[in-house]
Structures are given as structure tokens and as C-alpha cells.
């Protein structure tokens, strides 16, 4: 299994919804990532964990929570979110020791924020 | 300092050509520099990847030139194909960064590669 799987592919929300977005994988690796992607644009990071623990935070608004229950999952609850928080976003996982460098990234989830 | 430069921003090929894309830095601190493919609806995959102690490493119709000391890096892609036509991304990541084993990956801004058959 190489695969990082993100739930759910498509959401639209409005600005006073909850909702979150749900990435999984099975690779054994110990870091996981949460990416938001405009249009043709580059992934920007938003969050970094290391071991399940928290490890960056690129000083992304408390609206956004990322939460990391196990080394396999990793959520992003959505809170009170505005319009130009729409944005494709991508979980990205790597493994432990040599292979820390490489990011396997899922398909993403695109967010519309009514 | 942080900042990866990456020209053009959009390459149009005939199938058959070689298409060229290149990306400039200007952070010593990089140690790393993977070049990923993005389809439509997709997530960027790993593409092929250069430390700066190669200066040149190919895989298949891929190859990455490393320039250490311009800091400069490219992407050559042979018989380009029209499947190869999708959005590409350099990146680089510096040691240690956000004191940190897993560090932060900084993109540039991506070129267009469209491949005419």
C-alpha cells in the first residue's frame, strides 16, 4: 500500500459549518503533512507532525485545527471558515530514516466555502 | 532567502522534443531538490530527486542538472510525450530546517508543460 488517501474529495461548506477533512496511510511513516493549494499555484505548507506530535505550524489561522489521534491519521477540523479559504488541500506523509526527504502526497480534497 | 525561482511558468513541446525547466535558489542551506508532477485533480507526485554533491542524475527520459555553484537546477525531459503534459514543481529543503528532522519543502511557483502531439 502507497497510497495517502484523503477524505472527502470534494466539500462545500458554509462560513459558519464544522466540518473536517480526514487523511489516512498505511506506510508506517512517521511524519504527516497538511498542504493548501490555489489555482496555479505552488502547495503551501500549513502544518508539519513529527511522531504525532506537532512539530511546524506556518502561523496558519486558529480556524484551521489539525489533529494527528494516531500515526496513520491525520484531520484538519474546519472552522468558521471565509471564501478565499477555498483551496484544494493536500495531506502529504514521509517515512522514518533515509527516506524523510520524500513527500508521498494524496489527491486532495477541494474546499468551497460559501 | 527562502524563495526557489522556477522558469518558464508555462512550455509548450512538440512530442518528440526536449522540454527544459529551470529553477534558481538562492538558500546555501538547501541540501535537497525534488522536482514533482502534478496531473489535473491530482496531488504532486515524486518525480526524480538530486543532493547538490551530483551534478547530474537521470532517470528514464528525466534528468536533473545541478549547478552548485550558480545554484542553479533543471529539469530535462526527453521524447517529451503528450502524457507528460501536466504542471511541475522544483522544490528544495534545507537541513535541519524548523529544527526538525522532517523539514519544509519550499516550491517554486511551477511551469505549464504542454506536449503537442
Known amino acids: 500500500d502507497t497510497e495517502v488517501t484523503q477524505t472527502p474529495k470534494h466539500l462545500v461548506m458554509g462560513m459558519t459549518n464544522k466540518k473536517s477533512l480526514k487523511c489516512e496511510q498505511h506506510?508506517?511513516?512517521?511524519?504527516m503533512y497538511w498542504y493548501k493549494q490555489k489555482a496555479k499555484k505552488p502547495p503551501e505548507l500549513m502544518f508539519v507532525?513529527?511522531?504525532?506530535?506537532?512539530?511546524i505550524n506556518e502561523s496558519v489561522p486558529s480556524r484551521f485545527s489539525p489533529e494527528c489521534p494516531n500515526s496513520s491519521l491525520l484531520n484538519l477540523h474546519l472552522h468558521a471558515l471565509q471564501p478565499e479559504d477555498s483551496a484544494l488541500y493536500l495531506c502529504?506523509?514521509?517515512?522514518?530514516?533515509?527516506?524523510?526527504?520524500?513527500?508521498?502526497f494524496g489527491a486532495g480534497t477541494r474546499l468551497s466555502v460559501l | 532567502q527562502q524563495q526557489v525561482k522556477q522558469s518558464p511558468q508555462s512550455l509548450i513541446v512538440q512530442k518528440g522534443g526536449i522540454s527544459i525547466i529551470n529553477c534558481a535558489y538562492e538558500?546555501?542551506?538547501?541540501?535537497?531538490f525534488p522536482w514533482y508532477q502534478q496531473f489535473p485533480g491530482k496531488g504532486p507526485a515524486l518525480l526524480i530527486a538530486?543532493?547538490?554533491?551530483?551534478s547530474e542524475k537521470k532517470e528514464g527520459r528525466f534528468t536533473i542538472s545541478f549547478n552548485k555553484s550558480a545554484k542553479q537546477f533543471s529539469l530535462h525531459i526527453m521524447d517529451s510525450q503528450p502524457g507528460d503534459s501536466a504542471t511541475y514543481f522544483c522544490?528544495?529543503?534545507?537541513?535541519?530546517?524548523?529544527?526538525?528532522?522532517?523539514?519544509?519543502?519550499?516550491f517554486g511557483q511551477g511551469t505549464i508543460l504542454t506536449v503537442h502531439p
Open positions: 502529504a506523509s514521509s517515512p522514518p530514516g533515509q527516506g524523510r526527504n520524500i513527500q508521498y
Open positions: 506506510m508506517g511513516h512517521r511524519a
Open positions: 507532525y513529527s511522531y504525532e506530535k506537532l512539530s
Open positions: 538558500n546555501t542551506a538547501f541540501d535537497y
Open positions: 538530486i543532493r547538490p554533491d551530483v
Open positions: 522544490a528544495a529543503r534545507a537541513r535541519n530546517a524548523g529544527g526538525t528532522s522532517y523539514g519544509k519543502l519550499t
